[in-house]
């Protein structure tokens, strides 16, 4: 999976470093510069200016509109853990780029503890997982210096006691601090017909709208296998959507508010494959917008060049020109987890290989029979490695 970057000015660190080992950068022509509690979105700071930290609302919206505007995707990273929350803010760190933590639902369970219980149509170690995490990032995101959205990843139909959970959350911190606790959720009801998928979107939509929150959505359906959820034996044609069915989330959500996005299927599946095994078709995103650009015309008379906003996942065994493809016709997020997670593992793995003789026991090395290893096998020490080989990717 690669992710183009577009430069967004000078840079305090280096520009040039990759992002996750994904192959392109976040943003070449642009950057974000940090500016003690704030960032500066662009060369200048008339171009306005960004929190360092979890951002909502309104700048949320904004960052994912430049990065449409300036072809880039803001990655968004799978984490269960604030090791892995840590690994995603050090790199942005790192980079000086903004990025987005997501939560998933068997991640989220993960986070709280898999000995909780987590009962069907309750989920209440899930919603207590992603709640925490959420709480977790915003604690510690303003030490980073860069924008963080925080999100929650594929919902679906039978997990939507879960998304209600952490919109009751969301709705108790609104009520405190005037935004959400998270920057956005995702619905991913494309295993419904199209017009439940729509009318279950709209009804949460007009929910979180009032929050000025971001609602990503689902049409067609990402092949592979996900966090439990199998669609490999999906039907071909259910991977690729049509303009016509993405017009119509369009139709169906913009009256309630314009702050979505769309996971319009282009081949996608999840997973990782060798490059080219997967049959991605990005072209057909272009197409959508270009319908929805005549549809929005002869309805309205404005003519909205790029009027959808589009997520790419799953993403693995993606070639270079399919990314920059998706990324010219409005994508503006892209997700990560499989290549993090592998990254994560081969940290403890290098490491193992490379202290083995001090892991076989409390006492007892290669440097003596009587010498302890507790410097080795403290968590914080291989954990941290994990981290780093993480963070490296």
Not at 14 to 41: D, I, M, W, Y
Not at 291 to 317: C, M
Request: charged fraction near 25%.
């Amino acid at each position: 999976m690669l992710i183009q970057r577009d430069h967004i000015g000078q840079s305090t660190r280096p520009s040039k470093e990759q992002l996750t080992g994904l192959a392109h950068r976040l943003a070449p022509s642009r950057s974000f510069v940090s500016c003690g509690k704030h960032v500066v979105l662009g060369s200048s700071r008339d171009e306005g200016m960004a929190n360092a930290g979890v951002i909502t609302g309104d700048l949320a919206w904004a960052l994912l509109q430049h990065a449409k505007e300036n072809k880039y995707a803001i990655p968004a990273f799978n984490c269960t853990s604030s090791s892995t929350i840590n690994s995603v803010l050090e790199a942005g760190k790192e980079l000086n780029r903004p990025v987005m933590i997501q939560f998933s639902e068997g991640g989220s369970a993960f986070v709280a503890g898999k000995a909780l219980p987590n009962e069907k149509g309750k989920l209440q170690a899930s919603i207590l997982g992603a709640v925490a995490g959420a709480h977790f990032a915003r604690a510690v995101a303003p030490a980073y210096g860069i924008p963080v959205l925080v999100h929650s990843d594929h919902c679906a139909k039978k997990l939507l006691p879960w998304f209600d959970g952490m919109l009751e959350a969301d709705e108790a911190y609104f009520k405190e601090h005037g935004e959400p606790l998270f920057s956005s959720h995702m619905l991913d009801l494309s295993e419904e017909p199209d017009e439940e998928n729509i009318e279950i979107c709209a009804k949460y939509l007009k929910r979180m709208a009032p929050m000025k929150q971001i609602l990503e959505m689902e049409i067609g359906i990402t092949g592979g296998v996900e966090d439990g959820v199998d669609n490999s034996g999906a039907a071909k044609e259910k991977l690729y959507s049509t303009p016509e069915d993405v017009f119509n989330v369009y139709k169906g959500l913009n009256p309630i508010s314009h702050m979505f996005t769309i996971a319009a299927a282009f081949g996608n599946v999840h997973g990782v494959y060798k490059a080219g095994n997967v049959v991605l078709k990005p072209e057909i995103l272009q197409e959508m917008q270009d319908y929805a650009r005549e549809q929005i015309k002869a309805s309205t008379g404005k003519d909205i060049e790029r009027p959808l906003n589009f997520v790419f996942h799953g993403g693995s065994g993606s070639e270079k020109h399919h990314i920059t493809t998706a990324l010219n016709a409005g994508v503006v997020k892209m997700n990560v987890d499989t290549d993090t997670q592998w990254a994560y593992w081969e940290g403890l793995l290098k490491f193992y290989k490379n202290k083995e003789g001090y892991l076989q026991g409390q006492i007892g090395n290669p440097e003596g029979e009587d010498k302890p290893n507790k410097s080795f096998y403290d968590p914080r020490k291989w954990v941290r490695e994990c981290e780093v080989s993480m963070v490296k990717r």
